[in-house]
């Protein structure tokens, strides 16, 4: 099987089981879709980028109506008017051509640049996806019960095998994927290593809490060694 064999399966299954808890939930009940364009990766991205969930931590400039899922659903530049299909979560949020203006992603791209690392953020060399895809205002306000989808998160990793993870916050980001004990802490407080499977984990706190902002050179030269040594 082709990646784009493997992700078409994990797609459909990631919809329905979102749609379905959407239906069955009330407090599942929200718009939820994943970040890059799945669809145009034909070969195994060196990065993928993990944040918390969509829109957490901040607010982007696409509000969801306030119907939740069904807001989505009625939401024309969605595509999605019967809900959410493998096809359109693939290929992830219509609005990621515009993530030059949300606050996460200058600072991922600065932090890339400084530490010479810029060519992982180059087009088919990433992948840009969420802990949990449903969307709320907040990192507080995810539903418990969705974090019981985490299992596709997984599945998804397994099937890009990449060189790196990013994961955009310690807590329910990187700690949901390694175990605390195993991250390591290159920088109190703001830069952990870790290992899952073949890939380097690194945890970063959010970057739309500004927290890198007075840290960027520690940080950039602290990430061109982990990537170096893992060269």
């Known amino acids: 099987m082709t990646i784009q064999d493997k992700l078409k399966d994990w797609a459909k299954d990631t919809a329905a089981a979102y749609h379905k808890l959407a239906n069955e939930n009330e407090a599942c009940n929200r718009a939820f879709y994943t970040q890059s364009d799945l669809s ?19 607010k982007y400039d696409y509000p969801i109506d306030e119907n939740g899922y069904m807001g989505q659903i009625q939401n024309e530049k969605w595509g999605i008017p019967n809900g959410m299909t493998g096809e359109n979560l693939l290929k992830g949020n219509p609005f990621e051509c515009d993530k030059c203006n949300w606050p996460i992603w200058n600072p991922v791209k600065i932090l890339f640049e400084k530490a010479g690392a810029l060519d992982l953020l180059a087009e088919g060399n990433y992948a840009y996806s ?8 907040c990192e507080k306000d995810i539903p418990e019960k969705a ?43 703001m830069l952990y290593k870790g290992q899952y499977k073949q890939s380097t984990v690194l945890g970063l706190p959010h970057p ?8 960027y050179e520690v940080l950039a030269q602290e990430v061109r060694k982990i990537i170096e040594l893992s060269k």
Not at 130 to 137: K, S, W
Not at 155 to 177: F, H, S, T, V
């Open 147 to 189: 974090w019981s989808l985490l299992s596709q998160t997984f599945a998804l990793i397994d099937i890009l095998q990449p060189k790196y993870i990013l994961c955009l916050g310690k807590k329910n980001a990187m700690e949901r994927l390694i175990a605390k004990d195993s991250c390591e802490e290159v920088l109190p407080g």
């Open 40 to 58: 145009k990766l034909n070969t195994y991205p060196e990065l993928l980028i993990l944040g918390i969930n969509p829109k957490g931590n901040c």
């Open 130 to 137: 969420n802990m949990v895809l449903y969307e709320t205002p």
């Open 208 to 215: 739309s809490r500004n927290a890198w902002s007075k840290h």
